[in-house]
């Protein structure tokens, strides 16, 4: 009973160590984030400091520039959130409208070249982007995709798409075929079955795979950075905060906190189906 | 706004004005109504014409775009907008060593015809009150995957400002170990480890150490020069590296016994960002890079090192009271793709007008002016003087007499230069510096072949 007691113990405090380690990153750029310049260059460390919203004034170009010395180019941050959001959602959308049928599919059809048609979807996840970001680069401007939400949506399927047919495929595999076969012998037809047997049962999992490619979609740089020119997502206007002429640490800091904000809400809010998400399909 | 800078930024608007309407008819309105691009690198120099583009809007009925990115990003983006053709991009911002890959592909606009025709460029514009070395580095002729650098040449790119590489030091810590400012690379070697001994919290030294040719544009070049090194020696068939020369092998030894002596452990990733945060925090005591981030940290407010940054010519070798400083000049090209070239033209030549330079200097921002004038006029010398940039101006003067561009021209800069720093790297962390360098030789022959 004791030795129990000492390894829960033990146990607990091992996890406490390692949140620490985690969130001490996150910590540390929050509280970066209300403090001035000076304070963030103080060696050693200070923890304790007058917070400013300053930064984030500035972040949002609703401070004097010259007040914050970040000079006159205009930092318009709230659009680039936007867009993500805008990319993001809609590419997690779009990706579960033509991946889930493709993952039903490779779940229950057997036809020639399945397995290499599968792997040849998930190999898009293994190419670099920076592979094929010139020929897109140069069909996106032939094209007129070059700088819009649509041509990002759609370019964003590579990060997206794979992942929702291979999960979606995983999920439908622990579907037991037994249900589908009981509502067959009922008279459903096929479209009837998907939508009202095989949906409803994949949704728990289904949500959390689109938080997991959502997030991958939020975290994109490469794309964004080579196919966008105003409608760039966050990630690539917080690169734009660099700034050689300004001590720019604070104002990133308040950057970063509030591209963290969306995911942080979306995982909050869909916790209980993001770790059902990563399990769905493990155990058969 | 300071007082001066409301009174330079009154001038220059009347000035503007005045030459618009005086220089004999010259036309600012001949591209009304057209719209473009400028892309360029996040930066001062950027602030210091994003600032005035209403009044270029306002001058000349052209709709300016603006599209900046931060520094490494720029140039990923800028390299996929020119090589593809893309019409995107009229005016971009560009420096010399880069261009030299990019020209002769006909990448770029030239713009000679441009600058010699009185219907396309304001009198008043005096291309030649340039620096004559900043204007002679951006001339030359393009033929197949070759550079041909004759002052007759073609012009690329029109100097927008521009840096020298100085070394800068923080006079408060310099004073409290008691440690002089070093004038040779041996005795900087010697500040560093009377640094590291009196307080060992301090870096004594930050310099770029990355694996890129930027790392080479600043101390290793300008300091080389001093030690009779080059990064090439002959011309044209008989153009070969020098760099497993003796003089080589002698800077190279005394070079990265410095960085072992001087640098953070972190040396090998620093880039600019590094090398200006320890100067402006104070965890660092010297550095060896661009004067202008001395000057900006100086300015009243701007950081903790205001006031502190003192500046002095790069290092030389022991036996030679001769400095060279490399410079690296921030430009505005044309995209020869660019469907709008004229307009294009109209905001370079307004960008770099003396009345820009004058009023982007005293605003604290396009320092260095890449004009001669600027330098002469009161406001400037006003501005450049006050007490907090220290001996930012006569430091300034003294190095800029000495400075050059001090890589060779040729196409395919980049390949030999990055090999360099490569090489570098290698040789501080305990390659002979004989063998590594003869290696870097034999592998920029065969390029060269």
Known sequence: MQNRRLASTMLNALVLLVVMVLAFPIIWIVMNSFKEAADIN????????????????????????????????????????????????????????????????LARYEFRGKED?????????FAPVLLVIIPMFQFFQAVGLYDSYLGMIWVYQLVTLPMIIWLSRSYVEDIPLEMEEAAAICGAKRPRIILQ??????????????????????????LGLILTAKNTPVTVALLKLLNP????????SAGLVVSMIVPILLIMLGQRHLERGLTFGALK | MRLTSRLVALTAVVALMGSAACAEGFDWRKFEGTEITWAYDIHPYADAVVAYLDEFEELTGIKVNAELYPDDTYWGKLNIQLSTGSTDWDVVGTGIQPAWDVTPAGQLEPLRGLVDDPSMTNPDYDY??????????????????????????????????????QLMYRMDILERLGVEPPSTLPELTAACEKITAADPNVTPMAVRGVRFWSSIHTAPISIAQSYGVSDFVGSGDDLDTALDSAESIRFHKDYVAMIQACAPDSWANDNWYQVVDGLSTGKTAMAVDANMFGFWNNIEGASDASGKIAFAPPLTAPDNDEFASNIWIWSLAINAASEEKGAAWYFIQWATSKEMNVRGATDGKLVNPPRASAWETQEWIDYANQPEFNNFYDTF?????????????????????????????????????????????????????
């Open chain 1, 42 to 105: 103080a060696y050693p460390p200070v923890f304790l400091f007058d917070p400013t919203l300053e930064n984030y004034k500035v972040l949002f170009d609703l401070a004097d520039a010259e007040a914050t010395n970040y000079g006159t180019l205009k930092i318009e941050f709230f659009k680039p959130v936007i867009s993500s959001v805008i990319i993001s959602i809609g590419a997690v959308l779009l990706s579960v409208i033509a991946g889930v049928p493709a993952g039903y599919a």
């Open chain 1, 117 to 125: 048609l599968a792997f040849f979807i998930l190999s898009f996840r």
């Open chain 1, 197 to 222: 047997v095989v949906l409803p049962l994949l949704r728990p999992g289904l949500v959390g795979a689109s938080l997991l490619v959502f997030l991958l979609a939020w975290h994109n740089f490469a």
């Open chain 1, 245 to 252: 002429g300004v001590s720019f640490y604070p104002v990133v």
């Open chain 2, 128 to 165: 030649a009150d340039f620096f004559p070395a900043l204007t002679r580095a951006w001339t030359w002729d393009v033929a197949e995957e070759k550079i041909i650098d004759t002052p007759d040449g073609e012009i690329w790119g029109i100097p927008h400002a521009f840096e020298n590489m």
């Open chain 2, 397 to 449: 003067n003294s190095v800029q007499e000495k400075t050059s561009l001090l890589f060779t021209p040729r196409y395919g800069f980049g390949t030999a230069m990055n090999a360099w720093a490569v090489a570098m790297q290698d040789m501080v962390g305990g390659a002979d510096v004989e063998e590594r360098l003869a290696e870097l030789a034999e592998e920029i022959r065969d390029e060269l072949n």
